[in-house]
């Protein structure tokens, strides 16, 4: 067996007053066992959460041409150690050609690959619009026929999956059927119509470089396999190739006139409002052949509008980097910028609809090393980010991973029994909803049952004589909406991404609601977060709340001396001393020094 490097990459905060980050995890170095793919760039992949598999398709090799092989990684193995597979279809009918800069989307057991450039003919100077169905379980590809118009050959696009409003995951039963079913079956026999169920699924694919460079949207809906390009309107981005692209289901909530029959509120200020969702797709940087963009646009699925974003940060202009989304932040890792590539992350946070703010992410450990046209992909259940290969000083087969969640050792990455991680779907969401909470005049809808088994404090409401026990909505006036639904996704699911900038305030509401894990993961953030400009503060804020952990880790990196960009703060140690033995010593001892 060989074995590549495996990095396990974990996120520091970067400067500033308690900007704070949401990664917990060390890094280390651990070997990946396996037939590890031979490097390359361009490539195509997807992340099959369900399963915990990484999905690689094609690229450009090293000896300058595009390749046709397919790799899978385990991530989640008995071992603890992720594993590569060469991957061997059944049959080689439909099987795609070799190629480069193409796209590829997974959905309920099946990957959809589409486009990109081959080598080269008279007629097509090698770029492709095929699309390809590759059956997970049954390791056959099938060449798709589709309906309507297709979009003009062409490569250095993106296509995203938009799927329900309430993604669903298989079954264990719907899997073990398939995977029973594979070892009978023959290409022969096989039938894609058949293998499939509908889902209510679109792939999405924007942009790409073919006889011109696009900026065109197209759809492929993946129960008809029928084409369909958007009529789009609003600020188009310009044509681009290389850029990144991520589809996001947004909740948020809008004033409406009462329905029919419905009685309107009696406060007097403005209508009643709803909780909504819908799909957007997110565009960031990419390549025109002249300029590389420092933009990011949004475009609604609904109503086919697009919208130009406030401008990211001028660091963020790239192309040929990566992207994903998770819960309510884009991450952007690597890229080319316009003289040199790059190996940074920045994170989008979505959290204020009308102007994401973008931050820089400071990681940990050795990242991977400046590179472009690498895959970064995204284990929404376990919350990592994987990036693969792409092209740095050479072609690269390296894996490194992000971890986004405080799930403790990699090995233990894996939901255990009994996971809650299916909960997620319901957090923020009206179905079987029985009981309002509102915080900042946001209705937020949660469900009893869930409340009461999971948090002390909501048992004592909903369970006790207090009023709330009967009331269908309960209004939360000492807690922030943000950091109420980082609260609700904790009670939920029991893994949280705390965002940036908010681990105060969710530390304070878990010290409220009485959930000691979430009180700690807040805690350690802090933790990663202090800095000689903020460690003075991070001490009082933990002398106040009876954090012993930071207490203790502020006292280590105040045991040198005081920083000197503090020294104005040193009365306020002085008089926290009167009653603080520790430190009184601790300063006592500088004095010494």
């Known amino acids: 067996e060989r074995m590549s490097e495996f990095w396990s990459w974990s996120s520091r905060p970067c400067s500033g007053r308690l900007c704070v980050c949401a990664s917990i995890l060390s890094s280390s170095l651990i070997p990946c066992l396996g037939t590890v793919p031979p490097p390359r760039h361009a ?246 052949g002249t300029t590389t963009h420092p933009d990011m646009y949004r475009f609604n699925l609904e109503n086919n509008m697009w919208q130009n974003m406030p401008s990211p940060p001028e660091a963020v202009r790239r192309r040929g980097h990566g992207a994903i989304i998770f819960q309510n932040s884009i991450y952007v890792v690597g890229g080319q910028k316009e003289k040199c590539k790059t190996n940074d992350i920045w994170e989008c946070s979505l959290n204020n609809f009308a102007r994401p703010t973008w931050e820089q992410i400071l990681p940990l450990g050795e990242p991977p090393s400046p590179r472009q046209f690498h895959s970064v992909q995204i284990d929404v259940v376990r919350g990592v980010i994987w990036v693969f290969g792409g092209l740095a000083e050479r072609n690269e087969n390296n894996l490194y991973c992000f971890p986004l969640l405080d799930h403790g050792q990699h090995s233990s990455m894996a939901p255990s029994e009994g996971s809650l991680e299916g909960f997620r779907y319901l957090v923020n969401n009206e179905l079987f909803s029985d009981l309002t909470l509102v915080a900042e005049d946001i209705p937020v809808p949660v469900h009893k049952a869930v409340l009461f088994g999971r948090c002390e404090r909501f048992r004592a409401m909903l369970g006790g004589v207090m009023k709330e ?58 933790c990663r977060a202090m800095d000689a400009d903020n460690v003075v503060d991070l001490l009082m804020l933990a002398d106040k709340h009876r954090l012993p952990l930071l207490c203790s880790r502020c006292l280590a990196f105040l045991k040198p001396g005081l920083p000197s960009v503090a020294q104005d703060k040193r009365p306020v140690l002085d008089e926290l001393a009167r009653s603080w033995p520790e430190l009184a010593t601790l300063i006592k001892g500088w004095t010494i020094s």
């Open 469 to 526: 026990a009967a009331q269908a909505r309960i209004d939360l006036p000492n807690i922030r909406h943000d950091v109420l639904l980082v609260v609700l996704e904790h009670i939920y699911t029991g893994a949280a991404l705390v965002p940036a900038a908010l681990a105060v305030d969710v530390m304070c509401a878990a010290d409220e609601y009485i959930l000691e894990d979430l009180r700690l993961q807040a805690e350690k953030i802090m």
């Open 43 to 288: 490539h195509a992949t997807a992340f099959q959460s369900d399963e915990g598999i990484l999905w690689v398709h094609g690229g450009y090799g090293d000896l300058g041409t595009p390749l046709s092989d397919m790799y899978c990684l385990r991530t989640q193995t008995a071992s603890g150690t992720p594993e590569w597979t060469r991957v061997i279809p059944t049959g080689k009918k439909d099987r795609p050609s070799d190629r480069h800069s193409h796209t590829m989307v997974y959905n309920d057991g099946f990957l959809y690959l589409f486009g990109g450039i081959g080598k080269s003919t008279t007629e097509s100077r090698g770029m492709l619009n095929d699309v390809h169905a590759f059956d997970v379980n049954r390791k056959i590809w099938t060449l798709l026929t589709t309906t309507g118009a297709p979009p003009a050959p062409r490569w250095g696009h993106s296509a995203v999956l938009v799927a329900n409003s309430l993604p669903r995951r298989l079954s264990s039963s719907s899997s073990s059927t398939a995977q029973a079913s594979s070892s009978s079956s023959s290409t022969a026999s096989y039938s894609f119509t058949e293998a499939r169920r509908p889902s209510g699924a679109l792939m999405v694919v924007f942009g790409g470089y073919g006889a011109s460079f696009y900026s065109d949207v197209w759809e492929l809906n993946l129960d008809t396999l029928a084409w369909a390009r958007r009529a789009t309107r609003g600020t188009i981005p310009l044509p681009r190739h290389f850029h990144s692209a991520v589809a996001h289901f947004h909740r948020h909530t809008e004033e409406r006139a009462p329905a029919d029959g419905e009685a309107s509120t009696d406060e007097g200020e403005g209508q009643p409002r709803r909780s909504i969702g819908r799909w957007y797709m997110y565009v960031v940087g990419g390549y025109d």
